[in-house]
């Protein structure tokens, strides 16, 4: 079964500083997808930035950005210019690419990161 | 705005009770997914319809139900409550049922089970 693992329940970081959180996942399959999914106060889930498993490219999106490697099966985002509004809870979830049928398309989550951004 | 909309935003209610929990999925969207979000347990996938049709459950309870209608809305279905039934149920959907969509979550809605 696959699981992912955020060692880091909390996590601090200065207004317009660079902070990296971090995530690792174990699986066997080949083809997967990455995810990370910001939860603010408001409790809403938004997907923050995805990665394909077989691009080697790691995925950006404005201040956001991952650093994938996949032999290493760990999966970082990395926040630029930090923002108070990226004050969050940050979740890591794997979801696999191989349809095999059942719940197959579920997403796997992390326990999440406590991201603050100090003023 | 995910496009997902969930109501209510929140209830509260006894143990023993029923509740239904409604999820209109975006528009165009076929499939839908539930999760639960507790201290305990972390957020749980539990179970994903796709155009009317039951398509994979997770870690659901039979206590628990759903089904998706003719209008591709969903609702979960949450009897005999217990004080462990509390947390944030979430709705996610997706164009098609494929593992390759990406699925865009709802408000959530908080169940408080006294």
């Known amino acids: 079964a696959q699981t992912v693992t955020q060692s880091q329940p909390e996590m601090s970081v200065q207004e317009a500083e660079t902070v990296t959180l971090s995530c690792t996942y174990d699986t066997s399959e080949s083809d997967y997808y990455l995810f990370w999914y910001k939860q603010p106060p408001s409790r809403q889930m938004i997907l923050v930035i995805r990665q394909e498993a077989y691009k080697q490219q790691n995925a950006t999106e404005n201040r956001f950005s991952v650093n994938f490697q996949k032999a290493a099966k760990s999966f970082s985002l990395k926040i630029s210019d930090s923002q108070l509004g990226d004050a969050a809870m940050y979740f890591c979830?794997?979801?696999?690419?191989?349809?095999?049928?059942?719940?197959?398309?579920?997403?796997?989550f992390g326990t999440g990161t406590l991201l603050a951004v100090q003023p | 705005d995910s496009g997902v909309t969930q109501t209510p935003k929140h209830l509260i209610t006894a143990t023993g009770q029923r509740v239904t929990l409604r999820c209109s999925p975006r528009s165009g969207d076929l499939s839908v997914y539930w999760y639960q979000q507790s201290l305990d347990q972390g957020l749980q996938f539990l179970i994903q319809y796709y155009n009317g049709e039951e398509r994979a459950k997770g870690n659901i309870l039979e206590r628990f139900s759903a089904q998706q209608f003719p209008d591709l809305h969903s609702e979960l279905n949450l009897s005999s409550l217990e004080l462990g039934d509390s947390a944030l149920y979430f709705c996610a959907s997706s164009v098609l049922a494929g593992v390759r969509e990406t699925q865009y979550f709802g408000p959530g809605t908080r169940l408080l089970v006294l």
């Open positions: 979830a794997y979801r696999s690419a191989i349809d095999y049928g059942g719940a197959t398309n579920k997403l796997i």
